[in-house]
């Protein structure tokens, strides 16, 4: 999706400032004004720029794309009626949003001479970074580096860089630019200065016991309705297929609401462990998609690499595998496809995790498939443990049982470990299992963030949406997650569609040795970038402890991939960010 830049100012003299800063933007060339109501103006600019509608009688507009939850779980594909909010406080409008809608957006919401309220959706899917320059509130996707419209005293700040060091999955609530204010997902900002904050979503208020549930058809029937108003208007879909069950069920919905898809992909190393593509062909064969296959070799990661998707907000971790980034997309230009349909996310909402804590969720009497002893054997058998080591385990503290992910090992002592993630700390009457499935969905909300193949087209996690997340949140997470194989629910959803030998399938692929192998060729290139970089000159990565693991033998040997290639993009954003602020 390409990028927004919003103004909204108050009356009287700051319009003045305003029209100065409209008239900078409309010089760059590049800028087209999509929505001007009173005091307000939306440009938007890129290949797939984002869609933006007036909220009428109120000034407003709501950037992306926006669809009606109640015709959706009827099983329509239609956009929410934006008239619902005539004459509706800004306030109160955001709570219908939230209630009532769903989709990929951002709402500007205006009263009168009332500074304006923002509203970011729940998924998290259009960034919302905001700030004010000469009285003029800026809300944008990308703020730009220099010139009238960006922040005052913009630089990078190394706090809230250390606090994304220490915990990655903050990414969606922190930007590490001062002077700017991110707003998270399913978050409310009101004021002119966007001070006044209120959380409207959690995952908790949805993953607390419920007497009721979707069954099996239910969900698919509301999987089946999110792809299809995801793909609404589409004329060209480029589908990633991995091999495994949550990509074969985009594909099924989009086969039932007949989604123009072009074609498929699957990306394959050579050797046994990593190639994918016989059981990317049973699914590509079974709806009648052609296969396009990739082969894959070790990645070369250099600064340079890293360098073409660190110039957004935040640091680019959806491009940590660069080479695959590239190549899809390569893959969407040639085929022509407008918005790329991936089936991320759908380990951590169809809970794929045969997680220790669900054996906690069992001896505390939530709803089992097949009774309490029952359902305790069958973790056992997935966790390969038995279940007097389960039982003993579900009674240590869920903190105990499970940390999260820790901060990078080579982390400077003085970086000081921040609050977790909002939701993350919201767990009042949350079951243990449930807290894993909501840490999950924090952890992925990285897959939003700046990628070469989301510049290309539109970048689509239809299992990462609204109504999906919702749903699977309410069902007791043992009846998601225990049965003979993984994901038994979302595996009974879709039975009559998807290959027998995708449903039965117990494992996957494992890539890896393949990524380890790929940083510890790129060693000569990375370790002068990390260790004479900008992370190390400001004390927050220790260069004594990070030495020895960037070694072509530790690196293959030890799990120490993601912490690395995690400091490389950070490192990789803070150069890039640096150079635009004191480029003139």
């Not at 496809?337 to 759908?346: K, M, N, V, W, Y």
Request: glycine share 8%; aromatic share 6%.
């Amino acid at each position: 999706m390409g990028e927004y830049l919003a103004m909204v100012w108050p009356r009287g003299v700051p319009s003045q400032a305003a029209e100065a800063k409209r008239a900078a933007i409309e010089a760059e060339g590049d800028w087209t004004l999509a929505h001007r109501a009173h005091e307000i103006a939306v440009y938007v600019r890129g290949a797939r720029p984002p869609v933006v509608r007036a909220v009428p009688n109120q000034g407003g507009a709501v950037i992306g794309d926006l669809f009606d939850t109640a015709a959706t779980r009827e099983g329509r594909a239609q956009d929410f009626p934006l008239h619902l909010m005539v004459g509706v406080a800004p306030a109160d409008a955001a709570r219908l949003l939230i209630r009532h809608a769903w989709g990929r957006y951002v709402a500007i919401l205006k009263a009168g001479d009332a500074p304006p309220t923002l509203l970011r959706d729940p998924t998290g899917a259009l960034d919302c970074l905001t700030w004010v320059r000469d009285e003029v509130t800026f809300i944008a996707s990308i703020p730009p580096a220099q010139g009238p419209c960006a922040p005052e005293g913009l630089a990078v700040d190394w706090t809230k860089v250390g606090d994304l060091l220490a915990r990655g999955n903050l990414w969606s609530e922190i930007c590490p630019l001062a002077g700017v204010v991110a707003i998270g997902p399913g978050t409310m900002r009101a004021g002119w200065d966007a001070s006044q904050a209120t959380r409207l979503w959690r995952p908790a208020d949805h993953a607390r016991p419920s007497r009721t549930w979707l069954d099996p058809k239910g969900l698919a029937d509301l999987v089946d309705a999110c792809v299809a108003a995801l793909a609404k208007d589409r004329s060209s879909i480029l589908l990633e297929i991995s091999g495994g069950l949550d990509s074969a069920i985009v594909a099924a919905s989009l086969t039932r609401c007949g989604a123009p898809v072009v074609a498929a992909i699957n990306a394959y190393w050579p050797q046994r462990e990593g190639d994918e593509r016989a059981w990317a062909q049973r699914i590509a064969d079974r709806f009648g998609f052609p296969l396009v296959t990739s082969l894959r070799g070790l990645m070369a990661v250099d600064g340079a690499v890293l360098d073409q998707t660190a110039g957004a907000g935040r640091p680019g971790l959806n491009a940590q595998d660069p080479d695959l980034d590239r190549d899809l997309a390569e893959q969407l230009r040639k085929v022509g496809a407008q918005a790329l349909f991936t089936g991320q996310g759908g380990d951590g909402v169809f809970y794929q995790m045969g997680h220790p804590a669900l054996a906690a969720d069992i001896l505390q009497g939530r709803p089992t498939p097949a009774g309490r002893a029952a359902s305790l054997a069958m973790l056992a058998r997935r966790t390969r443990t038995t279940v007097w080591s389960l039982m003993a385990r579900a009674m240590q503290p869920l903190a105990r049982l499970s940390p999260g992910i820790p901060p990078p090992s080579f982390l400077a002592d003085g970086v000081a470990l921040p609050p977790p993630h909002p939701w993350v700390a919201d767990h009042r009457g949350v079951s243990p299992a449930k807290r894993i499935q909501i840490r999950g969905l924090t952890n992925i909300q990285t897959a939003y963030g700046d990628s070469l193949r989301g510049r290309a087209a539109d970048l689509i996690h239809p299992l990462m949406a609204q109504p999906i997340i919702e749903a699977c949140l309410s069902i007791p997470a043992p009846i998601l997650a225990l049965g003979a194989v993984d994901r038994p629910f979302a595996r009974a959803a879709f039975a009559d569609r998807l290959p027998p030998e995708s449903l039965k399938r117990r494992s996957k692929g494992d890539v890896t040795v393949f990524f380890s192998k790929s940083l510890a060729a790129s060693l000569p290139a990375l370790r002068p970038f990390l260790l004479d970089g900008r992370l190390a000159a400001k004390g927050l990565i220790d260069s004594d402890r990070l030495e020895p693991l960037l070694h072509r033998e530790p690196m293959i040997w030890r799990d120490c991939v993601g912490e690395v290639m995690l400091a490389a993009t950070v490192e990789a954003w803070v150069r890039a960010w640096e150079r635009k602020i004191t480029t003139v």
